[in-house]
């Protein structure tokens, strides 16, 4: 699996798989998310500050995440486990339905920890919505922990707060390196949904 930045061609393929996504979560009776987020704007605004990428199998899309250091106002209130803000967060985590079960989101969010180790991050964050019980189940074997919740609008629950912490690299102390990527506005939630890699 080849997982790449996106680029304004893939933002209507990503479209088409969160559309999926949300038609199988609400059959699902998992509201996290709608018609109205994540929606192509957002993802056109991830892929021109750098943010977006995807997981091509055989030259076909078949997940996408973005990546940041964009973090929501309600994770101030979060006590989260490493003091350090600077963490890596990850918003709009999907797997095209057609494509779970496979170890695809997995992937993805190892990648995620590949960069957050590559910038210097000390922890990445993330929300999961509660009863999305196959992403809940995939972020704790992957060694997150949940540590408080946040409220987002047009939601009937608190989204669950998830992080994981990254050790720091022993030898010579360096100098940070610039930021994984631009941050952009998150427009409410992150995270990924129940079919989204788990």
Same mark, same amino acid.
């Given at each position: 699996?080849?997982?790449?930045?996106?680029?304004?061609?893939?933002?209507?393929?990503?479209? !088409?798989?969160?559309?999926?996504?949300?038609?199988?979560?609400?059959?699902?009776?998992?509201?996290?998310?709608?018609?109205?987020?994540?929606?192509?704007?957002?993802?056109?605004?991830?892929?021109?500050?750098?943010? =977006?990428?995807?997981?091509?199998?055989?030259?076909?899309?078949?997940?996408?995440?973005?990546?940041?250091?964009?973090?929501?106002?309600?994770?101030?209130?979060?006590?989260?486990?490493?003091?350090?803000?600077?963490?890596?967060?990850?918003?709009? =985590?999907?797997?095209?339905?057609?494509?779970?079960?496979?170890?695809?989101?997995?992937?993805?969010?190892?990648?995620?920890?590949?960069?957050?180790?590559?910038?210097?991050?000390?922890?990445?964050?993330?929300?999961?919505?509660?009863?999305?019980?196959?992403?809940?189940?995939?972020?704790?074997?992957?060694?997150?922990?949940?540590?408080?919740?946040?409220?987002?609008?047009?939601?009937?629950?608190?989204?669950?707060?998830?992080?994981?912490?990254?050790?720091?690299?022993?030898?010579?102390?360096?100098?940070?390196?610039?930021? =994984?990527?631009?941050?952009?506005?998150?427009? !409410?939630?992150?995270?990924?949904?129940? !079919?989204? !890699?788990?």
């Amino acid at each position: 699996m080849l997982i790449r930045l996106a680029e304004s061609k893939d933002v209507p393929v990503v479209m !088409g798989i969160v559309a999926r996504c949300v038609r199988d979560l609400l059959a699902q009776g998992i509201d996290q998310w709608d018609e109205v987020y994540p929606d192509e704007e957002t993802l056109r605004e991830d892929v021109q500050s750098g943010s =977006l990428f995807v997981a091509e199998q055989e030259g076909k899309i078949v997940g996408a995440v973005a990546l940041n250091d964009e973090q929501p106002e309600q994770y101030r209130a979060v006590p989260w486990r490493c003091h350090d803000d600077r963490a890596l967060v990850v918003h709009r =985590l999907c797997v095209d339905p057609d494509h779970q079960r496979h170890g695809i989101g997995r992937r993805i969010m190892e990648f995620a920890e590949t960069q957050a180790r590559r910038h210097g991050f000390r922890s990445i964050r993330l929300e999961v919505y509660p009863t999305a019980a196959a992403a809940v189940t995939l972020y704790v074997r992957l060694g997150y922990l949940r540590v408080g919740e946040v409220r987002f609008p047009r939601r009937r629950l608190a989204f669950d707060c998830m992080e994981l912490l990254l050790p720091e690299k022993s030898g010579p102390s360096r100098a940070p390196e610039p930021k =994984l990527l631009p941050a952009t506005p998150p427009a !409410g939630q992150g995270g990924m949904p129940a !079919g989204g !890699g788990g």
